[in-house]
């Protein structure tokens, strides 16, 4: 099993290329994807910029504005947004925090060419229930104890 720490204190003091205000710590990164948290500060801001790769933005905590092509958006904890390949996207906020988590997939959208159809599901056939398995396991115990929220460094209280 493997455990990776992020949040406060383990994210890096500047954020991505053209940031200001926002702290983050990549997660995970392969050739797949890449997840990263961030946290943006009261006034922070990622400009606006494109990549190649289909992206989600997901508010986790606090709220904030997201930019994609020429519209934008307020946005808030419990909400995701697309960024797609190729498009002007970027993230700010005004007067209070925000945490998000950036999921980052190699490429553009491709779910055209294998098939998959948003909104289709698989009908049952007799017999079947289609519930999922209990899943068996507990949490990893707690090392350091864990510091608490500082809202001047991007994190809500």
Do not use: K
Not at 1 to 8: A, D, H, Q, T
Not at 21 to 50: C, K, M, N, W, Y
Request: glycine letters at 16%; aromatic letters at 4%.
């Amino acid at each position: 099993m493997e455990i990776r720490r992020f949040g406060v204190g383990h994210r890096r003091p500047e954020g991505p290329p053209g940031s200001v205000g926002v702290q983050g710590q990549v997660i995970h990164s392969d050739a797949r994807a890449v997840i990263t948290e961030l946290a943006f500060r009261p006034g922070a801001q990622i400009e606006p910029h494109s990549n190649p790769n289909t992206t989600w933005f997901c508010v986790i905590e606090g709220g904030g504005f997201v930019v994609v092509g020429d519209e934008e958006r307020r946005v808030a904890a419990g909400e995701a947004v697309l960024w797609p390949a190729g498009v002007a996207h970027g993230a700010r906020t005004e007067h209070g925090a925000m945490r998000a988590f950036v999921v980052e997939l190699a490429g553009p959208d491709d779910s055209h060419l294998r098939g998959i159809l948003e909104g289709m599901g698989r009908r049952l056939g007799p017999g079947e229930s289609g519930a999922v398995p209990r899943g068996e396991g507990s949490l990893a115990p707690r090392g350091d104890a864990v510091a608490e929220s500082d809202a001047e460094a991007g994190e809500p209280a």
